[in-house]
């Protein structure tokens, strides 16, 4: 492996580890939250009149569900960041999928309507997809596929 291989793991994993932390962050701010403050949270960009409702209290269960989803995914890519870190090629594929799955998700049901601002949401894609890339360009020119020009 390459000095600029462990470079772009290391920038990767960082990302991850940031992805992963503002992930749990948002599981913690869920979890415990009535439902109106959960839905507020999770949809920042939607006018907070148009959420005043009178939400049932089963509607716990489920939003605890999505912070509890969120707190996992987020654990997981701090452990698949570290990973990544040491230049485990297994972690580069376990973390974008569940990193990259779980942002996909967002940017189509929540992102592209616009029910989000930018921070920390679209950012946060963002940066999952930067994760990707970078880690998946390592990946590629390591197993000796990458275009001419690309590997090191």
Do not use: C, K
């Not at 189509?108 to 989000?116: A, I, R, S, T």
């Not at 999952?128 to 998946?136: C, D, E, H, K, R």
């Amino acid at each position: 492996m390459t000095h600029t291989h462990n470079l772009v793991l290391r920038a990767a994993a960082i990302l991850w580890v940031i992805w992963g932390l503002v992930h749990a962050l948002a599981a913690g701010m869920i979890i415990p939250a009535d439902p109106q403050a959960a839905i507020s949270a999770i949809l920042d960009g939607v006018d907070p009149a148009r959420l005043a409702a009178e939400y049932p209290a089963e509607l716990s269960g489920i939003l605890s569900q999505h912070g509890w989803n969120l707190g996992w995914f987020g654990i997981a890519t701090i452990v698949g960041g570290v990973f990544i870190w040491r230049a485990s090629m297994t972690a580069i594929w376990v973390t974008a999928l569940i990193g990259g799955l779980a942002d996909v998700g967002y940017f189509v049901f929540v992102d592209l309507p616009g029910y989000n601002n930018f921070l920390p949401g679209t950012l946060m894609t963002i940066v999952s997809a930067t994760a990707i890339v970078l880690s998946f360009w390592v990946w590629w020119s390591r197993r000796g596929g990458a275009p001419a020009g690309m590997a090191e």
